[in-house]
């Protein structure tokens, strides 16, 4: 088992996963660092969710090593792993599964409320993020009440409202229009940068890609290429940036 690069956050190493027999996941290795938000690219079908799955603990994987803050997520047990996503991080997807028989601002703030926060600090918490979604006016509306926008902002707000250490984003804005897909991503991105959120996002769409500090871009389960952008200083490093690997 190798020890992961001191500055990265989450790290992983020469993953390996199958869906009933067929490859998901082949040799993917990764790392990204507190702060960073990196886009995980490719066509559908390329391994995108699978990694994002076995990067936040979803998933086991077959082969390889998944290290969240020096701890090895791979040899944790269901409910250590459960923990983890529950404190420390944060999940969108492309539907917002929102509880229908929850108000906008219980949907919100779910995470702090299964992790035990006191009731009347998790609701001002959640109004928080919901005003600085705007949607605040629909805190105390039943999830039927909102648009497709509206609901993909409540799932955002639940995903960051107990501020995780990092947050897994698949394909968060395909469902949207393009306004709306970048008014999601502005504020995904500017809460990142506010409170040094690690992001990492599956996407096809360029303008998500060009809002990340890499990309890393994945062809049939396997690593096809890696971009740098303007990022923080040193994160052209080989080992602090682990440059994607392949090792079928």
């Keep these: 088992m190798v020890a992961p690069p001191d500055n990265d956050v989450l790290w992983a190493r020469s993953l ?13 290795s990764a790392g990204v660092r507190e702060g960073e938000i990196l886009a995980v690219t490719g066509p559908r079908g390329s391994g995108k969710t699978t990694l994002l799955r076995c990067l936040s603990g979803q998933l086991v994987p077959d082969q390889g090593e998944v290290w969240f803050n020096s701890v090895p997520v791979h040899t944790m047990g269901p409910l250590a792993r459960e923990r983890l996503r529950r404190d420390r991080f944060g999940w969108i997807g492309p539907e917002p599964l929102l509880l229908p028989e929850l108000t906008v601002w219980e949907n919100a703030a779910l995470p702090l409320l299964i992790s035990g926060t006191p009731h009347r600090t998790a609701k001002r918490t959640a109004l928080e993020w919901l005003d600085r979604l705007d949607i605040g006016a629909f805190a105390r509306k039943r999830p039927r009440a909102l648009t497709r926008a509206e609901s993909q902002r409540t799932a955002l707000a639940r995903a960051l409202v107990h501020e995780p250490q990092v947050i897994f984003a698949d394909e968060p804005t395909a469902p949207l229009h393009r306004a709306e897909r970048a008014r999601l991503l502005r504020t995904l991105t500017t809460a990142a940068r506010s409170h040094s959120i690690t992001v990492l996002i599956a996407t096809q769409d360029p303008e998500t890609v060009a809002a990340a500090d890499r990309s890393l871009e994945l062809l049939d389960g396997r ?5 740098t952008a303007a990022g923080p200083p040193g994160s052209d490093t080989p080992e602090g940036r682990a440059e994607c690997s392949l090792s079928a």
């Excluded at 390996?16 to 993917?28: A, E």
């Design 16 to 28: 390996h996963y199958s869906h009933s027999g067929s490859p998901g996941l082949i040799g993917v």
């Design 223 to 227: 690593t096809a290429g890696t971009t």
